[in-house]
């Protein structure tokens, strides 16, 4: 069988109609991902919400409006906010090959088709300019800012989860709020991760 994906890039300063575009797009098959994967038993949209306020205030603002475009509902809500998620699995690698005057970035993504959107987005969603892949509707795999911190996960390791944030809307925070390695590191190290 084959199958194939188009991968997008778009551009769009605030949360608008091209955002909400690509959640019409892609939330059925994240919804229908989140609540066989148990995502309704987990913590309540104002437990979500309390999480994100203490942990990464800045994107609070955002949020808001991108469950605001999602529709508004509990479930919206809580999906964006990626706080104790369903438990998810990958397999994603990085290559990265440099010489004195370039780096390259290579990535493979071992996620289901359905769930991958395939999209590079160009923001300015805090007021600092982000670009990066996309995963989960507003989390970033990979992306830069405009003080030119770059930033990439490979998934791999441990399988155990806890209390913490989806690693992808983590990665967004850090190039939203960041500018330096050593405020990233910071920002890695308070901001709990699920997995």
């Not at 993504?109 to 007021?127: I, R």
Request: with cysteine.
């Amino acid at each position: 069988m084959t199958h194939s994906l188009t991968f997008d890039a778009i551009s769009e300063a605030t949360p608008g109609p091209k955002w909400a575009a690509r959640w019409t797009r892609s939330w059925p098959a994240y919804e229908a991902w989140f609540t066989a994967r148990g995502g309704d038993n987990g913590p309540d949209r104002a437990a979500c919400e309390a999480a994100l306020k203490q942990h990464m205030p800045e994107l609070v603002p955002v949020h808001a409006k991108l469950t605001a475009l999602a529709g508004g509902s509990d479930r919206a809500a809580r999906f964006l906010s990626t706080w104790c998620p369903p438990s998810y699995l990958g397999g994603c690698s990085l290559a990265v090959a440099t010489s004195d005057d370039d780096i390259r970035l290579v990535r493979n993504y071992d996620l289901s088709p359905d769930l991958n959107e395939g999209l590079l987005l160009h923001s300015a969603w805090t007021g600092r300019r982000v670009m990066g892949m996309v995963e989960f509707l507003w989390g970033l795999s990979d992306g830069i800012n405009d003080a030119g911190l770059s930033i990439a996960l490979a998934y791999g390791g441990r399988q155990e989860t806890g209390r913490g944030f989806g690693i992808t809307t983590i990665l967004r925070y850090v190039l939203e709020t960041c500018e330096t390695v050593p405020q990233a590191l910071r920002v890695l190290q308070r901001v709990p991760s699920h997995m």
